[in-house]
Nanobody
Framework: QVQLVESGGGVVQAGGSLTLSCAAS????????MAWFRQAPGSEREFVAA????????YYADSVKGRFTISRDNAKNAVYLQMNTLKPEDTAVYSC????????????????????WGQGTQVTVSS
């Protein structure tokens, strides 16, 4: 079991920036990938970005490509989401997730790939 705690959410004006953090604890030695998802009121959970822990490869939703950057700190078992040029449509609860299963048939964009989730942090972008 890996426990995840997000931080860094808040209220920002359109065009502004925020950085979200996700700290992992527990059985962190078997993390394979970490990702960020978001969910706006009345909408389904949406993939935002993912980071493969072994290859270092990163993946982004088209809606955030070029504006958001996912990065990691191995020593801290943490993953970050730098969000620039924020838009009102980025308003959502952002949650981080971790894959601890060595095998999965799901791609990085699917929530079914991930085994543990954080509580989420609210990001509100005002126009």
């Amino acid at each position: 079991q890996v426990q995840l705690v997000e931080s860094g959410g808040g209220v920002v004006q359109a065009g502004g920036s925020l950085t979200l953090s996700c700290a992992a604890s527990g059985r962190t030695f078997n993390m394979y990938a970490m990702a960020w998802f978001r969910q706006a009121p009345g909408s389904e959970r949406e993939f935002v970005a993912a980071h493969d822990w072994f290859t270092g490869s990163t993946y982004y939703a088209d809606s955030v490509k070029g504006r958001f950057t996912i990065s990691r700190d191995n020593a801290k078992n943490a993953v970050y989401l730098q969000m620039n040029t924020l838009k009102p449509e980025d308003t959502a609860v952002y949650s981080c997730a971790v894959q601890v299963s060595s095998y999965t048939s799901y791609g990085y964009r699917y929530p079914e790939r991930y085994n543990n989730w954080g509580q989420g942090t609210q990001v509100t972008v005002s126009s």
